[in-house]
């Protein structure tokens, strides 16, 4: 099929790329000329592993990336992949989501055959009725058949290729068994070889479902977050507690990690924007709100504990992470964000470590000191807090031994108790 992506960001181009590789014939559509010619040189303008080999792969042959919007008409459909920034109170602002259904809807003023445009960005079910506005004043009079529809994405950061390509499960939102049909056979190569359950619903309640999905995780987490900081409490391991809860298969053992909490640029920003959106309607989330509170107080949690230890005033101390999650560069809402606040305000000297997101952190926080190892960040610290559990923090051992106050406080359970520290852990 031909199918248009608009917006070339994370989720665009990890999409366009994947359709590419199903065999479609794609265009990236994106206001950004760099971003474009990035595409049309076979690069990926975003870091996600296997993307670039996709890109160089379909660039140049099945997949193209322009800026102009004057072939649109000419695909069967064209997927929304814009971004939807989140305002002051949580809620997204859809006007650049809005804005580009404007243009696809113009471009297809003059369209003779039928097509789906399809809304990938993540935007709450009382938003969808501005991008129907949206298309059809652009679309005014079109001859063939134009509706939107929606498709959510349940991609991971570090794993966007490898999710889109086997998901457990794929979300079709339609108004209309026409584009369910269309949606079919878009993902009708995946569908062949791989066994995801196809859920089929209306616009509205597919992107509810993504909502639900991620609100649901995020509270998983904000739970045994809760129950840890009660089993610390009472002396005991949250991680004995969840690996047996874990057994129960109505709980689940996935997602029981207790720690310093949940950041990225989803659970927050969604969770987030369907509370904003429940409360415009009239409804407050108690349980919603409870989980962002849980997570806000995690990194309050980790820098109490480590005060019961260390003076931090005046004292060199380490970071040790910077990235939300191991295996991405990305920073956004990671909870290394309040514990350097929280030292900052405590007048500690912080000096921080991440393998791959020091640059991400450096515009948030230029001031402080960034080095190139754990253990050049240990050297001299009067106590160490550990953010992201990469797997190297395991593998420190002698490196303590350089530390002014050898004090660790660790948030997510990665550093092992040794003889010569002081270790602290957040639920454990
Ligand atoms: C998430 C969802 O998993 C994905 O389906 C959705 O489309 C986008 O949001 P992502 O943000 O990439 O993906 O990260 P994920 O691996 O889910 O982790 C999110 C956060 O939860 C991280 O900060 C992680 O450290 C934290 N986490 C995860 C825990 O604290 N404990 C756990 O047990 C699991």
Redesign the pocket.
């Given at each position: 099929m031909n199918i248009n992506v608009v917006g070339s960001g994370y989720v665009g181009t990890t999409l366009a790329a994947c359709l590419a590789d199903l065999g479609h014939d794609v265009t990236a559509i994106d206001i950004d000329e760099d971003v474009v010619a990035e595409l049309n040189a076979g690069r990926a303008p975003i870091h996600e592993p296997g993307l670039d080999e996709l890109v160089a792969e379909h660039a140049g042959e099945n997949l193209r990336a322009t800026t102009s919007y004057e072939n649109v008409a000419e695909a069967d459909a064209t997927f929304l992949a814009i971004q939807t920034p989140s305002r002051e109170d949580g809620s997204i602002d859809v006007a650049p989501l809005e804005a580009a259904a404007e243009m696809t809807g113009d471009a297809l003023a003059d369209a003779e055959d039928d097509h789906l445009v399809i809304v990938k960005s993540t935007i709450t079910p009382p938003k969808i009725d501005a991008v129907r506005d949206a298309v059809a004043e652009g679309a005014g009079e079109a001859a063939g058949r134009v509706e939107v529809a929606t498709n959510p994405?349940?991609?991971?950061?570090?794993t966007a290729v490898e999710?889109f390509l086997d998901p457990q499960k794929v979300v079709f939102g339609t108004d209309s068994e026409w584009a369910g049909a269309v949606l079919e056979d878009i993902y009708a190569p995946l569908l062949a070889d791989h066994d995801a359950h196809v859920v089929r619903t209306d616009p509205e309640t597919a992107t509810m479902i993504?909502y639900a999905?991620?609100a649901f995780?995020?509270t998983k987490?904000s739970l045994?977050?809760d129950l840890g900081n009660v089993c610390k409490e009472f002396g005991i391991d949250a991680y004995e507690v969840a690996d047996a809860i874990g057994l129960d298969d109505r709980i689940g053992e996935?997602?029981?990690?207790?720690?310093?909490?949940?950041?990225?640029?989803?659970?927050p920003k969604?969770v987030a924007a369907i509370i904003a959106a429940a409360r415009e309607s009239g409804y407050d989330p108690a349980v919603l709100e409870a989980a962002v509170e849980v997570n806000d107080r995690q990194p309050e949690r980790l820098l109490e504990l480590f005060d019961e230890h260390v003076d931090a005033e005046g004292k060199r101390v380490a970071v040790l992470g910077l990235a939300?999650?191991p295996g991405?560069d990305d920073t956004r809402n990671?909870?290394a964000i309040p514990v350097i606040e929280g030292l900052q305000e405590r007048g500690a000297d912080v000096v921080g470590y991440d393998p791959v997101a020091t640059e991400n952190m450096r515009d948030r926080f230029p001031g402080i000191e960034y080095v190139d190892s754990a253990g050049e960040a240990l050297e001299g610290a009067s106590g160490a807090l550990v953010v992201?559990?990469w797997d190297e923090f395991g593998a420190l051992d002698e490196e303590f031994d350089a530390m002014a106050e050898p004090v660790v406080v660790d948030g997510?359970r990665i550093v092992d108790r040794r003889e010569g520290i002081t270790y602290e852990g957040l639920t454990w």
């Open positions: 994405e349940f991609l991971r950061e570090g999710d993504k999905n991620n995780l995020a987490i045994i977050n996935r997602f029981l990690r207790s720690g310093v909490g949940w950041g990225g640029s989803c659970f969604d939300f999650k991405t990671s909870r992201t559990d997510r």
